[in-house]
């Protein structure tokens, strides 16, 4: 396999071991309304406000999203990898 082929590759294995890690722990009772489910850290009130994903529709923190000007809305740092 050439070196775009392998990086691909671990990049797909690492998307699909999120998703993996993120239907585990939204199953957990309200999980995702406390806590980031990329990192896991708690909101808080202004300090670590929660923002929905546009593609996956979790809810992720400061630190594991960006604002994408072009549509308005939040992404998560694994839905930019993805796209």
């Known amino acids: 396999m050439g070196s775009r082929g392998q990086v691909e590759g671990e990049l797909k294995q690492k998307l699909d071991e999120e998703g993996s890690k993120c239907s585990i722990l939204a199953k957990q009772q309200n999980f995702n309304e406390r806590c980031c489910i990329r990192c896991c850290s708690p909101f808080t009130f202004l300090i670590n406000t929660k923002r929905p994903c546009q593609d996956c529709k979790y ?7 960006s604002y994408e000007k072009k549509e308005k809305a939040w992404l998560c740092t694994v839905c930019q990898q993805a796209r």
């Open 59 to 65: 809810n992720i923190c400061k630190n594991c999203s």
